[in-house]
C-alpha cells in the first residue's frame, strides 16, 4: 500500500502543451510538496502546501499551478510546456508540527518535452 | 536558507563501516539535522534526525559535533543496497514547510 503515489511515472510531451501530475498519499498529513530534480540531480523544492493553503512558492513560473482539492491530494498543472521542464518531479508529504516530522516522497514522474 | 556542505561521492566497501560527513557551520539553534537518501530511480528516503544527541535507528546512526557545526551518517555495515544519493538536510523548526536539499553525496559500495 504505496503511502505517496504520483501519476504518471513518465511523461513525454511536446512543447507547448499542457499536462497534469497527480498526489495522493494516504498518510493522514497534513502538508504536502512539489519538488523537481533536473538532469544535474539537484533537488529543488517549488511548492509547499499546508491544510490545502498554498505555504511555499519558490519562484516558479506561473505557468505551473499546483492544485490541493483536499489534505491528501496535491495535484500540478503545467501550462506551456517548455524544453527546461524537462525533469523528475516528486511529491512528498510530512506531517507539520510534529518533532519526529519527516518527509515521505513519491517515485517521482519523469517528464520529457521534445 | 541553512545551508550545507558535503563531499560530491565516496566509496566504500561491502560490509565495511561508512562515515558521511556533513558541515553545517551557520546552523541555528533551531535546525533540526535531517539525513535522506535517494536509491537509483527513486524519490529521496528518511534516513535519520537529531537535534543535538547523538541518534541510533535500525537503518544507521548520527554523531552531531558539540558545536553542532557539524555531523556524520555512520552506516555500520555497507551494503550494495546502500549505494545512494546521501543528503544532509537543516530544517528549521518544526512547521516551516521548507526542505532544502544540497547537492548530497554519492555512495558507491564496492564488493
Known amino acids: 500500500d504505496t503511502a505517496v503515489s504520483q501519476t504518471p511515472k513518465y511523461l513525454v510531451t511536446q512543447m507547448g502543451n499542457d499536462k497534469s501530475i497527480k498526489c495522493e498519499q494516504n498518510?493522514?498529513?497534513?502538508?504536502m510538496y512539489w519538488y523537481k530534480q533536473d538532469s544535474k540531480k539537484f533537488l529543488k523544492i517549488m511548492f509547499s502546501?499546508?491544510?490545502?493553503?498554498?505555504?511555499i512558492n519558490e519562484t516558479v513560473p506561473n505557468r505551473f499551478s499546483p492544485k490541493s482539492p483536499d489534505k491528501a491530494h496535491l495535484n500540478l498543472h503545467i501550462n506551456s510546456l517548455e524544453l527546461g521542464d524537462s525533469a523528475v518531479y516528486f511529491c512528498?508529504?510530512?506531517?507539520?508540527?510534529?518533532?519526529?516530522?519527516?518527509?515521505?516522497f513519491g517515485s517521482g514522474t519523469q517528464l520529457s518535452v521534445l | 536558507d541553512a545551508k550545507t556542505t558535503q563531499p560530491n561521492s565516496m566509496e566504500s566497501n561491502e560490509e565495511e563501516p561508512v562515515h558521511l560527513p556533513c558541515n553545517h557551520s551557520?546552523?541555528?539553534?533551531?535546525?533540526?539535522i535531517h539525513w535522506y537518501r535517494q536509491l537509483p530511480s527513486q524519490g529521496p528516503e528518511y534516513v535519520i534526525h537529531?537535534?543535538?544527541s547523538n541518534v541510533n535507528n535500525r537503518m544507521a546512526s548520527l554523531a552531531i559535533a558539540e558545536d553542532r557545526k557539524s555531523s556524520t551518517l555512520i552506516l555500520h555495515r555497507a551494503t550494495l543496497r546502500d549505494a545512494a544519493v546521501y543528503y544532509c538536510?537543516?530544517?528549521?523548526?518544526?512547521?516551516?514547510?521548507?526542505?532544502?536539499f544540497g547537492t548530497g553525496t554519492r555512495l558507491k559500495v564496492l564488493a
Open positions: 512528498a508529504s510530512s506531517q507539520a508540527g510534529a518533532t519526529n516530522e519527516k518527509l515521505f
Open positions: 498518510l493522514g498529513h497534513d502538508t
Open positions: 502546501y499546508n491544510n490545502k493553503e498554498l505555504i
Open positions: 551557520t546552523i541555528s539553534g533551531t535546525d533540526y
Open positions: 537529531g537535534l543535538t
Open positions: 538536510i537543516l530544517r528549521d523548526v518544526p512547521g516551516t514547510y521548507k526542505y532544502i
